[in-house]
Nanobody, 118 residues
Framework: QVQLVESGGGLVQAGGSLRLSCAVSRITFSNRNMGWYRQAPGKEREMVAQISTTGTTTYADSVRGRFTISRDNAKNIVYLQMNGLKPEDTAVYYC????????????WGQGTQVTVSS
């Protein structure tokens, strides 16, 4: 079963930056499209950014131009660089296989909390 360990969250002021990391194991990482997702209190989990096996990226409208997703296939890590953070970015952030999420078979890690103060 896939193992996902997210890290890098924290408390920042609006306008600040954070870089999240997600270490992935027990799957063939380089063959998987990967994504970052977030869940704010009282809200559904939503897709933030995705990166394909070839490096093609997709972003939610709310983060496009501020967030950048990347991956290191040698280290089995997917990153999310977050700049220009806003209070509405406050959430627990998770990574996962895009396919697993799409077919409802995702196993989630513990996530990493991002809190943006105004």
């Amino acid at each position: 079963q896939v193992q996902l360990v997210e890290s890098g969250g924290g408390l920042v002021q609006a306008g600040g930056s954070l870089r999240l990391s997600c270490a992935v194991s027990r799957i063939t990482f380089s063959n998987r499209n990967m994504g970052w997702y977030r869940q704010a209190p009282g809200k559904e989990r939503e897709m933030v950014a995705q990166i394909s096996t070839t490096g093609t990226t997709t972003y939610a409208d709310s983060v496009r131009g501020r967030f950048t997703i990347s991956r290191d296939n040698a280290k089995n890590i997917v990153y999310l660089q977050m700049n220009g953070l806003k209070p509405e970015d406050t959430a627990v952030y998770y990574c996962n296989s895009v396919l697993a999420v799409a077919i409802g078979q995702a196993t989630w890690g513990q996530g990493t909390q991002v809190t943006v103060s105004s």
